[in-house]
């Protein structure tokens, strides 16, 4: 079984690749089924020169060749997840394979208005900047993102049979709009992409143009896993971890104590999406994160209007919440 500080078979054949990432969380964790000529990959890491350095390493170690790989399977379309796409399939010539919901959305995101996005932003009381001046997809496109037009979209209930291997596609849209899982029945584990992590709860937000209700969306998606007969959950960021219906309960209190808090901040004020994030995070932390704050409070508040336990009011183009 071979261990190294970035590679690890975590089960025959099986292998977890660390690579590295510019912020937090540092790493992600992308998997390699090596199965010779039919080799699977789930997800890429980022296009920058040192991850791809990484895992070519990683690949050699393994005793893979790029032209082993036949498919990458990518969970969903952010930049740690599909942004060496193209960079992968030109090594390799594998096909790569993503919901379409990811792929709508991120065209969609590339052809935002900035003046849209920046009167989203001013309507939650979010300060907007010149970083503001292109939607946020464009920005990130700039740095570490290199993607390919997926040859092939996958859906759910989906069985993907590779070789010896067979995957059953779950669609667990929340953190995403294509946001997939991975049942490898067989072996009793799960590749889980960013839904369901070990240490932090993935970002779920509302973001401009963003249509639905995304926590809502989360929360169904995790009682899908809930029934599944697994032993050990795969994620994309931290250890490997089992029990994942005590994972779950947890996710689940944590999301009930934020309602609560979110009821206690607001009190009888009327507060904005911005204000509210900043009762909850670090007011230092950096414009981008408090933004980001600002989407996580907004799909709560979204969920939260939809069970009556807050209402919004609009009033000069600013949008509040109040019980
Ligand atoms: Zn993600
Ligand atoms: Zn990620």
Not at 171 to 181: D, E, I
Not at 310 to 318: L, Y
């Amino acid at each position: 079984m071979i261990v190294t500080e970035r590679i690890a078979e975590i089960h025959p054949g099986l292998f977890r690749v660390e690579l590295p990432l510019p912020i937090r969380p540092t790493n992600v964790n992308v998997y390699l089924f090596h199965q010779g000529r039919q080799s699977v990959l789930v997800d890429t890491g980022l296009c920058s020169e040192e991850s791809l350095d990484v895992l070519d390493d990683a690949l050699r170690e393994a005793g893979c060749e790029w032209s082993d790989i036949a498919l990458t399977i990518c969970t969903h379309y952010h930049p740690d997840h599909y942004g060496a796409s193209r960079k992968i399939k030109e090594l390799s010539g594998c096909d790569v394979l993503m919901h379409k919901a990811d792929a709508d959305y991120l065209l969609q995101s590339l052809l935002l208005d900035a003046g849209d996005y920046r009167s989203f932003l001013l309507s939650h009381g979010i300060p907007v900047n010149r970083e503001h001046s292109f939607p946020p997809a464009v920005r990130v496109l700039q740095r570490y993102y290199l993607p390919v037009v997926p040859d092939r979209y996958i859906a759910d209930g989906e069985h993907l049979a590779i070789g010896d291997l067979h995957l059953e596609v779950i669609w667990t849209p929340g953190h995403s709009p294509g946001h997939v899982a991975l049942n490898w029945r067989a072996a009793k584990i799960l590749l889980s992409g960013d839904h369901l992590l070990p240490d932090i709860t993935p970002h779920v937000g509302i973001h401009t143009g963003m249509e639905g209700d995304p926590l809502n969306c989360y929360l169904a998606s995790l009682r899908k896993l809930e029934h599944l007969e697994i032993d050990r959950v795969l994620p994309a960021h931290g250890a490997c971890f089992g029990n994942h219906r005590a994972r779950i309960r947890d996710i689940f209190r944590h999301h009930e104590e934020r309602q609560r808090n979110i009821l206690d901040a607001l009190g009888d004020k009327a507060m904005t999406a911005y204000d509210l994030a900043l009762a909850f995070f670090d007011s230092s932390l950096p414009l981008l994160h408090k933004e980001i704050a600002a989407y996580e409070t907004l799909a709560h508040l979204e969920l939260m209007s939809k069970s009556l336990m807050v209402r919004a009011q609009k009033n000069d183009g600013v949008i509040r919440y109040r019980v």
